[in-house]
């Protein structure tokens, strides 16, 4: 059976594959992150997922933009700058139930966002959290992020001095029990982590690498926007993002490094976790995430697992009805017990 006859067949809860897609993207040709987007909305249709029980959550970005991508029938707030940790939180004590799929950048996460990042993770609070990770400010013209490796050199921004914030690390320490790194053009990776992270009883962070397309490329190039730059008169204010092919990677078996080359030319190591690698030791996830880093290679798989921890939900005891479901007679005390209360402050 072809994809194209699949996807016009409805799942068994009576929905195609369209219902589950949101808004055309106006994110750059070729962006990552339009791929990440496209397996949520095939994950979403293959697990039967209704719509109007998931909320959609994101910040401020390029990244966060993807959520009008997909699932364009299910609810869906965009915050402030970073803040889309708290909302998270607020909107899934009011009704647990929800399934979560929050959609943060390297910026959003890495640098405003950090605080509220770590206390999510460590609360537990059942969501999918999603890093587009590009190590650039891409909606602000390529400032480098707090991902930015060390070293590295933007035509913009100069050189970057300082060391990078592990999105994986950090999520560890901070008490997350899944947390996995992909790269965004390895579509079937990154589909299976998000089917595994959508079952997770508590917080699941996937942190996947997608390079942004409209800063990297060579300043000596007679065609490059730097070069343009420096030589031209201009008639008024306007901008050009080159249309770019999405970068895709083949299949590659566990233990083995894929170099992929950059728009710009430069490379990334991916480095697919070993078939023997055993991701429920958190001092061995960490281990292996400092190796990687040493290598200057990305990791990517599942790095660490532990289903032990509750959820915020279930530590607070919330009843099985949503707080949001309640009658008002349940959740507003009465005269006489706001009277009674009251007493014993006196």
Known sequence: MTTATRRQKVNSIGLEFTDYKGQPTTLCQGCGHNSIANQIVQVAYELNLRPNEIIKLSGIGCSSKSPAYFLGMSHGFNGLHGRMPSIGTGALMANHHLKAIGVSGDGDTGSIGMGQFKHLCRRNVR????????GVYGL???????????????????RNEFPPVDVCQEAIIAGCGFVARSFSGDSNQVRELLKAALSHRGTAVLDIISPCVAFNNHDTSTKSYSYGKEHESPLHEIGFVPIRDEIMIDEYAPGEMKVVELHDGSVVQLRKLEADYDPTSRAAALSRLEQAAHNQEFITGLIYFNDERPSLAELNNLPDVPLVNLPVQKLRPSPEQLGTLLDKFM
Request: avoid cysteine; charged fraction near 20%; aromatic fraction near 12%.
């Open 140 to 158: 602000t013209k390529g400032q480098f992020s707090a991902t930015a490796d060390e070293g590295q050199e933007l035509k913009y921004a100069g």
């Open 127 to 134: 969501m999918v959290y999603i890093v587009e990770n590009n």
